[in-house]
Nanobody, 125 residues
C-alpha cells in the first residue's frame, strides 16, 4: 500500500491558476496520474507522467493549459493548472498506475494501484 496525499485545491476565478501537489509516502516506480471527477460524471484520466519523466499524457480538454511534473527524490507529482475554466470544477485525484493513457473499455480501477483521497477544485465564472 502507498499512501498518496493531495493538496492545493481550492476556489479560483475563471482564468486563474492552481497548483496541485501529490506526495507519496515512498518512491513509486510506476506512472503517476491525475484524474478528475465532476458531479454526476465518471472519473477521467486527464494527465500522466512515467517514472523517468520521459513521457507524458494530457487529455484534450486540458492540453496546453495544465502541466504535469514529478520529482522522484521528493516522491512528489504536481499538476500546474493555468487558464482555469468553470468546466474544470471537479475533485482531482492523484493515482499510481500501470498505464499512462486511458484504456478503452477498461475501468481505471483495473490499472490504478493506489488512489489519493482527492482535492476539490472549484472555478467560478
Amino acid at each position: 500500500q502507498v499512501y498518496l496525499a493531495e493538496s492545493g485545491g481550492g476556489l479560483v476565478q475563471a482564468g486563474g491558476s492552481l497548483k496541485l501537489t501529490c506526495v507519496a509516502e515512498r518512491r513509486t516506480f510506476r506512472n503517476m496520474l491525475w484524474f478528475r471527477q465532476a458531479p454526476g460524471k465518471e472519473r477521467d484520466l486527464i494527465a500522466g507522467i512515467n517514472y523517468n519523466n520521459a513521457r507524458t499524457y494530457y487529455a484534450d480538454s486540458i492540453k496546453d493549459r495544465f502541466t504535469i511534473s514529478r520529482d522522484n527524490d521528493q516522491n512528489t507529482v504536481w499538476l500546474q493548472m493555468n487558464s482555469l475554466k468553470p468546466e474544470d470544477t471537479a475533485v482531482y485525484y492523484c493515482a499510481v498506475g500501470t498505464q499512462l493513457t486511458p484504456q478503452p473499455n477498461i475501468d481505471p480501477a483495473d490499472y490504478v494501484d493506489y488512489w489519493g483521497h482527492g482535492t476539490q477544485v472549484t472555478v467560478s465564472s
